[in-house]
T-cell receptor, first 115, second 115 residues
Framework: SAVISQKPSRDICQRGTSLTIQCQVD?????MFWYRQQPGQSLTLIAT?????????ESGFVIDKFPISRPNLTFSTLTVSNLSPEDSSIYLC????????????FGPGTRLLVL | AQSVTQPDIHITVSEGASLELRCNYS??????LFWYVQSPGQGLQLLLK??????LVQGIKGFEAEFKRSQSSFNLRKPSVHWSDAAEYFC?????????????FGTGTKLQVIP
């Protein structure tokens, strides 16, 4: 399994500002995923990030709101821009395990509260 | 597109009692199936997974799940629940999409354990 860390673990932000979340993996991975978990809800995939290419966004998520960087095979950032209270959620980074296993492993999450 | 239904939003069991959490999936081919657990304030931990082969899979913490193709189900079971099992449980289905497994999560079942 992969060991995934996220920074920050939690933050409180003012509306209109932005927050950048970092995800670090202890091994090289091709694909990284960013999920959102709104209060009391399940996980929703925001986008898939491959190293060296543009992220692929799911329906309802756009690059202007959720820009993603993937500079190398162990690191990615997700920025949540122009924050509103509706963005208060847990944001989780995920990677796929051993090639072909299909298993996703998750970071501890970043808890965001927007005031 | 694949989907997952967890019909029970909240379940309460007594410590030491048996547990079964229901999960039904929809997918046109043989799915990859997962159960994850999320303890309060924690990230997601993989309990077990089914890819192929034996339809009864064993996981960590004494959990098991049985894949029943005829019923499109992948129910999670534990013979004797411990207080530390109180958490939220997510069933997920993975399907091939553009060369990787796209995972869709159910809405979760929150487990309460009473003395």
């Amino acid at each position: 399994s992969a060991v995934i860390s996220q920074k920050p673990s939690r933050d409180i932000c003012q509306r209109g500002t932005s927050l950048t979340i970092q995800c670090q993996v202890d091994s090289q991975v091709t694909m990284m995923f960013w999920y959102r978990q709104q209060p009391g809800q399940s996980l929703t995939l925001i986008a898939t990030a491959n190293q060296g290419s543009e992220a692929t966004y799911e329906s309802g998520f756009v690059i202007d709101k959720f820009p993603i960087s993937r500079p190398n095979l162990t690191f990615s950032t997700l920025t949540v821009s122009n924050l509103s209270p509706e963005d208060s959620s847990i944001y989780l980074c995920s990677v796929v395990g051993l090639a072909g296993s299909g298993t996703q492993y998750f970071g501890p999450g970043t808890r965001l509260l927007v005031l | 597109a694949q989907s997952v239904t967890q019909p029970d939003i909240h379940i309460t069991v007594s410590e030491g009692a048996s547990l079964e959490l229901r999960c039904n999936y929809s997918y046109g081919a043989t799915p990859y199936l997962f159960w994850y657990v999320q303890s309060p304030g924690q990230g997601l931990q993989l309990l077990l997974k089914y890819f192929s082969g034996d339809t009864l899979v064993q996981g960590i913490k004494g959990f098991e799940a049985e894949f029943k193709r005829s019923q499109s189900s992948f129910n999670l079971r534990k013979p004797s629940v411990h207080w530390s099992d109180a958490a939220e449980y997510f069933c997920a289905v993975g399907a091939s999409s553009g060369g990787y497994q796209k995972v869709t999560f159910g809405t979760g079942t929150k487990l309460q354990v009473i003395p």
